[in-house]
């Protein structure tokens, strides 16, 4: 079965702290999708990374940064030098090889306070 | 281009009343999808489509009716309002196979009682 699990349900932080937010999921598929949104208070959801289950890579654009685990089973998200507008509710989800099923984790709330 | 667009924004139902809660997207997406989204579950989907006139279930499909008739629009319907149902519903549609971006409409808040 396909499962997400996103631990942390609230982070707080004081802005320009560095936060790392968890996801860790379970499939039993060798081809799989790893992706992270964020949903701002406004309430739509924003694409912010995809991973394939080839690429172990870390990726850093900007002030975000992934490390993506396979042993562990983890894809792990930082926020570096957080700021009050990164304050919203993160997803991780996982897709199979199709892309057709999407599990989402239950969300983390990050609150940045300035 | 508008993206993805969902009507009502907000819906109030009677347990038993039927409705169709509206998604279109101008972006010549081949998959469209419907989710919900109830607190602390994170979101679940509920059917997919993979293009025109092609739709499967999700993880949550009972309860719910879709069809694709053309690109551009999947309805997503509810024969029997139940008070389980009470959820925002989010809609999202991708380029292709081969592309896993999903693009996500702006949501329906639904309360049934």
């Known amino acids: 079965a396909q499962k997400v699990t996103q631990a942390q349900t609230e982070i707080s932080v004081v802005e320009k702290e560095d936060v790392t937010l968890d996801c860790v999921y379970e499939t039993r598929d060798t081809t799989y999708y790893l992706f992270w949104y964020k949903q701002p208070p406004s309430g739509e959801l924003v694409f912010l990374i995809r991973?394939?289950?080839?690429?172990?890579q870390n990726e850093i654009s900007g002030r975000y940064s992934w490390n993506f685990q396979k042993s562990t089973s983890s894809f792990n998200f930082t926020i570096t030098a957080s700021q009050v507008v990164d304050s919203a509710v993160y997803f991780c989800?996982?897709?199979?090889?199709?892309?057709?099923?999407?599990?989402f984790g239950t969300g983390t709330s990050l609150t940045v306070i300035p | 281009n508008a993206g993805v667009t969902q009507t009502p924004k907000f819906q109030v139902l009677k347990t038993g009343q039927s409705m169709t809660l509206q998604c279109a997207q101008d972006?010549?997406?081949?998959?469209m999808s419907w989710y919900r989204q109830d607190p602390g579950m994170g979101l679940r989907l509920i059917h997919y489509s993979v293009g025109a006139g092609i739709t499967d279930q999700g993880e949550v499909p009972n309860g719910y009716n879709v069809s694709r008739s053309t690109t551009e629009d999947f309805p997503l319907r509810l024969l029997s309002a139940a008070p389980s149902q009470t959820s925002v519903y989010f809609c999202a549609s991708r380029r292709d196979r081969e592309y896993y971006e999903q693009y996500f409409g702006p949501g329906t808040r639904l309360t049934v009682t």
């Open positions: 989800a996982l897709s199979d090889s199709t892309g057709n099923q999407f599990y």
């Open positions: 991973r394939n289950s080839f690429d172990e």
């Open positions: 972006m010549n997406h081949e998959y």
